[in-house]
T-cell receptor, first 112, second 117 residues
Framework: AQSVSQHNHHVILSEAASLELGCNYS??????LFWYVQYPGQHLQLLLK??????LVKGIKGFEAEFIKSKFSFNLRKPSVQWSDTAEYFCAVRGSQGNLIFGKGTKLSVKP | ETGVTQTPRHLVMGMTNKKSLKCEQH?????MYWYKQSAKKPLELMFV???????ENNSVPSRFSPECPNSSHLFLHLHTLQPEDSALYLCASSQESRSDKYQETQYFGPGTRLLVL
C-alpha cells in the first residue's frame, strides 16, 4: 500500500536556523509529491509540488524540496526560518485514485 | 482565501442526530474530495467526486453519505455517528482533465470540526 512517512513529529528551532523536514514515500510508479502547510487557525495551503523535471523544486516563502528517487525521499528545506513559519507541515503523494496520501505531519515551532 | 468554503466550521451532535456538512468551491473545478483528519493520524481520503461521479469511497462506513448535486457543491450527510467519528472534516477541490487525470493541485477548505457526544 502507498504510504508517506514523516520522520519528525515536532521540531523546535530558533529564528535564522536552517530547516530540513524529512519525508519518505512508498510508491513504485510515477510520483506526484506535495508539501502542504497549515498555519495556526488556517486551512491547508500548498507550499510546493513536484510532478516531473528538475528534482529541486522551489516553493513559496523561500521553501524548497528535493526529490531523490533512489531514496524515495522528498525533504523540505529552508535556509533560515522565521517566527512566521511556525505551522504544521504535511508531505503527500498522489495515490492511484487521484487522492492525496498524507504523512502524519510535522509541527514546527520557531522561537523568536 | 475564499476558494473553498465549508459550513459549519464547528458542529456538536449526538449519536442519534442527523446533520450535513457543506462544501462549496468557487474555483471552477470539476473534482471534489472529502478527507478526515483525526488526532495523531494522517489525513484519510473518504470520497472523491470527479466530473460529478463518485469514483472512490475508500470503505467509509455507511453512516457517512456524500452528495454532489453539481460541480461546485459537495455535501457529507451524517447520521447515527459514533464518538470515534469526532474529527476535522476537510473538503478539497481540483481541476482534472479526462486525458491527464489526477494531475492538478488540490485546494483545501478550512474544515468542519465535528464532535460527536
Amino acid at each position: 500500500a502507498q504510504s508517506v512517512s514523516q520522520h519528525n513529529h515536532h521540531v523546535i528551532l530558533s529564528e535564522a536556523a536552517s530547516l530540513e523536514l524529512g519525508c519518505n514515500y512508498s510508491y513504485g510508479g510515477t510520483v506526484n509529491l506535495f508539501w502542504y502547510v497549515q498555519y495556526p487557525g488556517q486551512h491547508l495551503q500548498l507550499l510546493l509540488k513536484y510532478f516531473s523535471g528538475d528534482p529541486l523544486v522551489k516553493g513559496i516563502k523561500g521553501f524548497e524540496a528535493e526529490f531523490i528517487k533512489s531514496k524515495f525521499s522528498f525533504n523540505l528545506r529552508k535556509p533560515s526560518v522565521q517566527w512566521s513559519d511556525t505551522a504544521e507541515y504535511f508531505c503527500a503523494v498522489r495515490g492511484s485514485q487521484g487522492n492525496l496520501i498524507f504523512g502524519k505531519g510535522t509541527k514546527l515551532s520557531v522561537k523568536p | 482565501e475564499t476558494g473553498v468554503t465549508q459550513t459549519p466550521r464547528h458542529l456538536v451532535m449526538g449519536m442519534t442526530n442527523k446533520k450535513s456538512l457543506k462544501c462549496e468551491q468557487h474555483l471552477g473545478h470539476n473534482a471534489m474530495y472529502w478527507y478526515k483528519q483525526s488526532a495523531k493520524k494522517p489525513l484519510e481520503l473518504m470520497f472523491v467526486y470527479n466530473f460529478k461521479e463518485q469514483t472512490e469511497n475508500n470503505s467509509v462506513p455507511s453512516r457517512f453519505s456524500p452528495e454532489c448535486p453539481n460541480s461546485s457543491h459537495l455535501f457529507l450527510h451524517l447520521h447515527t455517528l459514533q464518538p470515534e467519528d469526532s474529527a476535522l472534516y476537510l473538503c478539497a477541490s481540483s481541476q482534472e482533465s479526462r486525458s491527464d487525470k489526477y494531475q492538478e493541485t488540490q485546494y483545501f477548505g478550512p474544515g468542519t470540526r465535528l464532535l460527536v457526544l
